[in-house]
């Protein structure tokens, strides 16, 4: 999948994505860099507003792991069940989130145990960057369940 077909997927499938403006600017197995501009995600003090920096952290690690399922041919619902956001600078501008996998030794386990039970649980890191600086952090478990023959 190319950055541009990820970013019409994200924009047709979750339309929170479409209204923030979000773009994909770099995919690979190990990383998804999602962007998006100020303008559709300010608050009241010209800064991002959390839950839309926050929506962009989320969004770059729901999008690593799903890229990674469909490159090892799992198919399956994906869902956030839990995640903790930390915010350490304020965001003035265009910004971007970097996912990656927590543990660099965990997907074998994660795709074990999916093949086995059709259910398998995974935690996803992302950073949130501004003009060079990390200005968060993103924590996430996710729950992949398999898709029910239609």
């Known amino acids: 999948m190319t950055p541009a077909e990820l970013e019409a997927y994200l924009h047709q499938t ?10 994909v600017i770099k995919l690979n197995p190990e990383s998804v860099v999602l962007g998006a501009p100020l303008a559709p995600n300010v608050n009241m003090h010209e800064t991002a507003f959390g839950g ?12 690593l792991l799903y890229l990674r399922m469909l490159g090892t041919g799992l198919d399956g619902h994906l ?30 386990p994660f795709v074990q145990t ?24 993103f924590e996430g478990e996710f729950v992949a369940t398999r898709q029910a023959a239609s």
Not at 52 to 63: F, K
Request: hydrophobic share 55%.
């Open 14 to 23: 979750i339309p929170l994505s479409r209204a923030m403006a979000v773009s």
């Open 52 to 63: 839309s920096a926050a929506a962009l952290a989320l969004l770059a690690a729901w999008s």
């Open 79 to 108: 869902v956030i069940q839990r995640n903790t956001m930390n915010f350490d600078l304020p965001i003035s501008g265009s910004f971007t989130a970097r996912s990656s996998f927590a543990r660099a030794d965990a997907w074998a």
């Open 114 to 137: 999916f093949t086995r039970r059709g259910m398998a649980r995974i935690t996803l890191s992302s950073v949130l960057v501004f003009d060079g600086r990390v200005t968060g952090r």
